[in-house]
């Protein structure tokens, strides 16, 4: 039954008439504005006067507010009148430049043909498509800025932990998502405010006694996944394991954060390099699972053969951890 009356509601265009009562009522003012200029203008002058400077300034500021969509598609005022307008607008227009491409085709004039062809097709679509679409299509124009808006806007706007996970796992996506166009490096500004962002995420997840280790592991991945995306690779480093490394003793014991903290063993820096690959040791030593992840770990951070390790877990002997 709902669909059997959804289409009657299409085929009845029921939605131009809701749009035509708000239509009405304006004009009704406008017919009632226009009645109080006859009625004063033969009652008294100074106040026919003063009536209709009044009025003139506001159907200005109304004309205006309803033309202001056809200049600026992101407005957000207009009056029921504005759709109108649109179609008028682009319905002119269009005629204005076919006669110019009708003329020019039949004068064998290719450049001065296709300009207006072209023009005459531009608002050919205009007029087809409304105001919604002129709408999509200038969003498309500016599809970066307004990515890189939503972008910011967001990293500020949110404050609690589980939603910041939200986000920061929705980074890789958002980035490479065909829909989304955006330019890197992104702008300091932007860059700065993720960083404190994240900061100060990692900092509560990890001193958090009421957020399990699992959680804990799970946020510092996506942290560093998003640093990644974000940032560059390069700067993950400069970013997110310096971090870390204040926060070295809170870390999870797990082979997950292992390989985060792997490209810190080969830093520049001897500090932060010795104190990854004591805390990568330690979570060797302590991870109980020797599964393939912990043997190509254990070989890339202390150069033992791969058949060494695989024959001392084959025969369950914990030497090699020496």
């Given at each position: 039954?709902?669909?059997?009356?959804?289409?009657?509601?299409?085929?009845?265009?029921?939605?131009?008439?809701?749009?035509?009562l708000p239509v009405l009522i304006h004009v009704s003012l406008f017919l009632f504005f226009a009645g109080v200029v006859v009625f004063l203008f033969n009652i008294n002058h100074s106040v026919f006067i003063s009536v209709i400077w009044w009025i003139g300034l506001f159907s200005t500021i109304y004309g205006w507010i309803t033309f202001m969509p056809i200049f600026w598609h992101?407005?957000?005022?207009?009056?029921?009148?504005?759709?109108?307008?649109?179609?008028?607008?682009?319905?002119?227009?269009?005629?204005?430049?076919?006669?110019?491409?009708?003329?020019?085709?039949r004068l064998s004039s290719p450049p001065a043909w296709e300009l207006f062809r072209n023009l005459r097709k531009h608002y050919s679509n205009k007029m087809l498509g409304g105001v919604w679409k002129a709408a999509e299509d200038a969003a498309l124009e500016q599809s970066q800025e307004i990515d890189l808006s939503i972008l910011d806007w967001t990293i500020g706007a949110l404050g609690e932990d589980d939603t910041l996970e939200r986000l920061y796992e929705a980074i890789p996506g958002f980035l490479n998502s065909r829909m989304?166009?955006?330019?890197?490096?992104?702008?300091?500004?932007?860059?700065?405010?993720?960083?404190?962002?994240?900061?100060?995420?990692?900092?509560r997840t990890l001193s958090s006694n009421s957020v399990s280790e699992e959680v804990k592991i799970r946020r510092l991945v996506i942290g560093t996944?998003?640093?990644?995306?974000?940032?560059?690779?390069?700067?993950?480093?400069?970013?997110?394991?310096?971090?870390?490394?204040?926060?070295?003793?809170?870390l999870p014991q797990s082979i997950q954060i292992a390989h985060i903290l792997e490209p810190m063993c080969t830093c520049r820096d001897p500090d932060v390099c010795l104190d990854a690959r004591q805390k990568v040791a330690r979570i060797l030593l302590s991870v109980r699972e020797r599964d393939d992840r912990w043997i190509v770990l254990a070989k890339n951070q202390f150069g033992l053969p791969e058949h060494v390790l695989r024959n001392h877990i084959a025969h369950g002997d914990n030497s090699v951890l020496l």
């Open positions: 039954m709902r669909a059997f009356f959804s289409d009657g509601v299409n085929q009845m265009h029921l939605p131009w008439a809701v749009e035509t992101d407005s957000p005022f207009y009056t029921p009148l504005s759709s109108t307008a649109w179609s008028l607008h682009t319905f002119m227009a269009y005629a204005f430049f076919t006669v110019p491409a009708i003329i020019f085709g989304v166009d955006l330019r890197r490096p992104l702008p300091d500004t932007v860059l700065s405010k993720f960083v404190d962002s994240l900061k100060g995420f990692c900092d996944n998003a640093t990644a995306e974000l940032c560059g690779p390069a700067d993950v480093n400069e970013i997110f394991f310096r971090f870390l490394r204040t926060r070295v003793n809170q």
